[in-house]
Antibody, heavy 120, light 107 residues
């Protein structure tokens, strides 16, 4: 059974940092492209980052609003993907999901999400 | 970036109704579009992929279609379990972009 579980969310002040972890199991993580998607309190979904696998040099892509502040990374030995979030802003408040198109090719697998609240 | 204009933002319908939700792409995305269903407190669930293909386990009353830059999700006969939020996603190019979502409620 495929499982993805995000952890690391919480309440953080503007300007501070937070690191999210997505632990996975049940599929071949090392060849999977992993994505982070967030959902605002208004329920708008936003794709934010992707990391490819080793054969694709772990290439990354980001949405403009997080470029230079967020970093996606992975540890294939732990079947985990990470999202380092720096210089957080109130508009980064959201539920953060990890997901992958591995297997079906169409984002069939999602974690339950972890909530991040940026507020003073 | 490719903009996905989704409509309506909300709608109410009766059981048995035929319901259609649309996303218009600002650039060519081919058929690289997914429709997601999301219920309160749950993660998104893909319903349609590559614009017209039914995802695993999705009832046949759901269908997807394309007309030019307009992509539609249709529920042929609404059931109570279909009340949810629906989102489209283009995965033609990065950054991937979602529509603003449609809240489907029971009339």
């Amino acid at each position: 059974e495929v499982q993805l579980v995000e952890t690391g969310g919480g309440l953080v002040q503007p300007g501070k940092s937070l690191k999210l972890t997505c632990a996975t199991s049940g599929f071949t993580f090392s060849t999977a492209w992993m994505h982070w998607v967030r959902q605002s309190p208004e329920k708008r979904l936003e794709w934010i980052a992707r990391i490819k696998d080793k054969s694709n040099n772990y290439a990354t892509d980001y949405v403009e609003s997080v470029k230079g502040r967020f970093t996606i990374s992975r540890d294939d030995s732990k079947s985990s993907v990470y999202l380092q979030m720096n210089s957080l802003k109130e508009e980064d408040t959201a539920t953060y999901y990890c997901t992958t198109p591995e297997g079906t090719g169409y984002f069939d697998f999602w974690g339950p999400g972890t909530m991040v609240t940026v507020s003073s | 970036d490719i903009q996905m204009t989704q409509s309506p933002s909300s709608m109410s319908a009766s059981l048995g109704d035929r319901v259609t939700i649309t996303c218009q792409a600002s650039q060519d995305i081919g058929n690289n579009l997914i429709w997601f269903q999301q219920k309160p407190g749950k993660s998104p669930r893909p319903m349609i992929y590559y614009a017209t293909n039914l995802a695993n386990g999705v009832p046949s009353r759901f269908s997807g279609s394309r007309s030019g830059s307009d992509y539609s999700l249709t529920i042929s006969s609404l059931e109570s379990e279909d009340m949810a939020d629906y989102h489209c996603l283009q995965y033609k190019q990065y950054p991937y972009t979602f529509g603003a979502g449609t809240k489907l409620e029971l009339k």
